[in-house]
């Protein structure tokens, strides 16, 4: 079992920056890999980023890439999600989940465990 927390939403305005945080519980948060998904009101969780159990890997969607930044320390259990120059269409939940993969994972259903998500608020 993983138990997921994520801290470090709030209220932004456009072009700020903020760094979220997912502390997981556990001894083996290095055999996971990581990934942080986003949902906004009406729309369907989207994919947002992920990295695998080193670190050696990541991946972005299209629309964060070059902006948002995924790093996890297994020292600490903890992933971060950096996101920088953000924009109103960044408002969400911000949920972070754990596969058992040595891999990066994409696809939301492969996830294993979850976040209870933070809110991400960015304003014009």
């Known amino acids: 079992q993983v138990q997921l927390v994520e801290s470090g939403g709030g209220l932004v305005q456009a072009g700020g920056s903020l760094r979220l945080s997912c502390a997981a519980s556990g001894r083996t948060f290095s055999s996971y890999s990581m990934g942080w998904f986003r949902q906004a009101p009406g729309k369907e969780r989207e994919f947002v980023a992920a990295?695998?159990?080193?670190?050696?890997?990541?991946y972005y969607a299209e629309s964060v890439k070059g902006r948002f930044t995924i790093s996890r320390d297994n020292a600490k259990n903890t992933v971060y999600l950096q996101m920088n120059s953000l924009k109103p269409e960044d408002t969400a939940v911000y949920y972070c989940?754990?596969?058992?993969?040595?891999?990066?994972?994409?696809?939301?259903?492969?996830?294993?465990?979850w976040g209870q998500g933070t809110q991400v608020t960015v304003s014009s």
């Open positions: 989940a754990a596969d058992m993969a040595t891999r990066v994972v994409v696809a939301g259903a492969e996830y294993d465990y």
């Open positions: 990295i695998n159990w080193s670190g050696s890997r990541t």
